[in-house]
């Protein structure tokens, strides 16, 4: 049976998702805690976005296989709290429908990244995860150098490059609010994202934002093809990965197939 | 010339306001920072609430007397926060106005008090300052027994007792309500409070909103006017002075007066 895990964390003391041996990962801890809860020797874990060090979720999607589930789902969310430190916490567990997988089955990642560029809008409680900007943005401008990079691009100026891996990608939204309280967010939607491709797109629009750059060099460096060392990729800690899109019950396992192919 | 401050922190990690040798506290830390970048021996500081050990602030009011401001208010402001650790901010700074005092001319202090019922709406990104609360809370319970408490009374029942400290206070808003996200939020609003009465208060209501208590328990609690060890203190963790109040320019000297009077 497949369980569908929706997972929230903290990513400021996590070296990323991915396991890695010695480090501190969300995979690593995740993995454990469920092993131990349901007495096995190890469960693999498959997500719907591998966020990076630093890199904080409130909506990641994670599935596991397990040869039988001893109690409820909810005991299971309880008991795996019970052995995780706070920082990471499962949400909510269900058994998966068929054809569901976490990564495959995804329709878009929706993540967040927010700035706030004002001493008098710093929230000492939210220093974790909104990156303080020492110079004042102009989020009229950002929103306008957003609009070239939206759509279906090649995006290879704000990936790194992985051997045999496609960089085109379509970014559904991309979009900047200045909040009430002076916080400033960036919505990114995409179908997938390659690696630092959401903070390599929000450091190029950054530099925009505070004036250093004119409102369409972003479209340039896109259409330049290739990493641009002017990028500065911001910082981890103002990224969250919000929500991740699937479709109906009955077109997870299409899409599944189509996501696989198409990666192949 | 009076400097009046607008200050922010994460209670974390502070053992409360008030200084205390060895002790890391906020008092402490402003100080001490203040008197660096102003290069003078000490400064004595007055907020407009002495926060307890682990209780967070976003509108702590603080005023510093200082025999001269070398540069400007903002520079003070980027001065001292650049000395300061990251969950103690100063926000805002300006000289004030003739007859204010951060502690006497207030008219109110605002707390929120933030706790999580539901394992699905826990954010660890807000754990350190939203309490998670194992059983579900009725809100339209909390409401219904809170009502009783607002107004003029004597709070004695929800008080540390202090020595020849009256106990009397204006409940000016005692509310709850749940946000979009599941969170639930006690809004708290007197003219003053006695040593750890909010989260008394809370932690009275609390036991109502669980289902532990009967909704005229805090009511029974309140005129009994003395303190009931069956009432648990909340934690400090959910606890924020959102803001303080102040009258007009021309009638902060007057209220200062007032005040003083009353608590002589």
Known sequence: MRIRLHVAYDGG??????????????????????????????VDLTCAGRTDAGVHARGQVVHVDLAALPEGTD????????VLATDLRVLRAAEAPPGFDARFS??????????VD?????????????LVWPRPLDVAALDE??????GLHDFASF??????ATTIRTLLDLGWTRRPDGVVEAGVRADAFCHSMVRSLVGCLLAVGEGRRPVDWPAQVLVAGRRDPAVTVAPA?????EEVGYPADDELATRAETTRARRA
């Open 159 to 164: 990936c790194r490059r992985r051997e045999g």
């Open 75 to 82: 005991q299971l969310v309880r008991r795996v709290n019970g």
């Open 118 to 130: 004002d001493v008098a809008s710093v929230d000492p409680l939210a220093r974790g995860h909104v």
């Open 237 to 241: 800690l103002g990224l969250t990965l």
């Open 13 to 42: 003391d996590f070296r990323g998702w991915a396991a890695q041996p010695g480090l501190r990962t969300v995979e690593g801890e995740l993995s454990t805690a469920l092993a131990t809860v349901l007495r096995v020797p190890s």
């Open 145 to 150: 150098a957003s609009r070239a990079l939206r």
């Open 106 to 115: 995804a329709l878009w990642r929706r993540y967040v990244y927010r700035v």
